[in-house]
């Protein structure tokens, strides 16, 4: 069964940071591009950042561009989130998401087979 498994979610204070992690199980992926959304209440889910399967290609959003880095070990089949300079704004449920092997990472959750059950990320102001 693949499971997509977050953590690092929390209350943190504006201008804080998280560093959120997830962990892929079920079957590696390696060659998968994977990303991160989230969902704030009353909003659709969205973009956040992506990655290519080396690592060695990443992709943000605007609006976190510059505070937020994505990395991945693949060893440790886990995907990082390491998120700066939190605002109340990133206020949201994070997801975790990847792509079936040899894809290319994209900003469309659709396009995003396999998803964890996210963690919530609170900043208060």
């Known amino acids: 069964q693949v499971q997509l498994v977050e953590s690092g979610g929390g209350l943190v204070q504006a201008g804080g940071s998280l560093r959120l992690s997830c962990a892929a199980s079920?079957?590696?992926?390696?060659?998968?591009?994977m990303g991160w959304f989230r969902q704030a209440p009353g909003k659709e889910r969205e973009f956040v950042a992506a990655?290519?399967?080396?690592?060695?290609?990443?992709n943000y959003a605007a609006s976190v561009k510059g505070r937020f880095t994505i990395a991945r070990d693949n060893a440790k089949n886990t995907v990082y989130l390491q998120i700066n300079s939190l605002k109340p704004e990133d206020t949201a449920v994070y997801y975790c998401?990847?792509?079936?092997?040899?894809?290319?990472?994209?900003?469309?959750?659709?396009?995003?087979?396999?998803w964890g059950q996210g963690t919530q990320v609170t900043v208060s102001s």
């Open positions: 998401a990847a792509r079936t092997a040899f894809t290319t990472d994209t900003v469309f959750p659709e396009d995003y087979n396999y």
């Open positions: 990655i290519n399967w080396s690592g060695a290609r990443t």
């Open positions: 079920g079957r590696t992926f390696s060659n998968s591009p």
